[in-house]
């Protein structure tokens, strides 16, 4: 079974420096997705960035990117330039593609929170 | 627009009780799940229906009942086998389009329970 550990419950940061968020996963699985949702106060949940792991670039979307390490099954996540509205919970989710059995769902680490101070 | 809407936003529910959370969605989606988010918890997969007229089982279904009679709707019911409702409910529909390998999934607004 696969398994997805975020070992840091709260973070901090000062406006426009920059945090890197932990995530490491567990698994027996040669190809899969991982990415990092925010989920602002208002809980809804938004997809910040998706890595597939046939893929040995790391991805980028704006101000955030990823440190995917295949090998030590490590995907951090770095948000630049903090602004106050990145104040939010952070997921780590891991997801087997159709063609390696899944069934389309999510397995979620237990979340960052993340506050940006001003 | 299209989206995935859940009601009510709160829920309140007195013990022995049988409650319906509503999820519908209008993207054309073949496939919705159920997750329930705990404080200092991740989500987890209570139900995930691929087609209409099918659901099974995730990793905390006990307590927990859904149906798929459209493709539109895919309620869950939190019954009184449930020992600890009080939550926050997440439904989630995703394309089941099999030439991609991978199939964004769409998140509702999410339930807040309360069991008093």
């Known amino acids: 079974a696969q398994t997805v550990t975020q070992s840091q419950p709260e973070m901090s940061v000062q406006e426009a420096e920059t945090v890197t968020l932990s995530c490491t996963y567990d698994t027996s699985e040669n190809n899969y997705y991982l990415f990092w949702y925010k989920q602002p106060p208002s809980r809804q949940m938004i997809l910040v960035i998706r890595?597939?792991?046939?893929?040995?670039q790391n991805a980028t979307e704006n101000r955030f990117s990823v440190n995917f390490q295949k090998a030590a099954k490590s995907f951090s996540l770095k948000i630049s330039d903090s602004q106050l509205g990145d104040t939010a919970m952070y997921f780590c989710?891991?997801?087997?593609?159709?063609?390696?059995?899944?069934?389309?769902?999510?397995?979620f680490g237990k979340g960052t929170k993340l506050s940006v101070k001003p | 627009d299209g989206g995935i809407t859940q009601s009510p936003k709160y829920l309140f529910r007195k013990e022995g009780q049988n409650v319906t959370l509503s999820c519908e969605q209008n993207?054309?989606?073949?496939?919705m799940y159920w997750y329930r988010q705990d404080p200092g918890q991740g989500l987890r997969l209570i139900y995930y229906?691929?087609?209409?007229?099918?659901?099974q089982k995730g990793d905390i279904a006990e307590g927990y009942s859904v149906s798929r009679e459209k493709k539109e709707s895919f309620p869950l019911t939190v019954t009184s086998a449930q020992k600890n409702p009080t939550a926050f409910y997440l439904c989630?529909?995703?394309?089941?389009?099999?030439?991609?390998?991978?199939?964004?999934?769409?998140f509702g607004p999410g339930t807040r329970l309360t069991v008093l």
């Open positions: 989710a891991f997801m087997k593609p159709f063609y390696g059995g899944s069934q389309g769902n999510l397995i």
């Open positions: 890595q597939e792991a046939y893929k040995q």
């Open positions: 993207l054309n989606h073949d496939a």
């Open positions: 229906s691929q087609i209409v007229n099918d659901f």
């Open positions: 989630a529909s995703s394309s089941r389009d099999r030439t991609n390998s991978y199939n964004e999934q769409f």
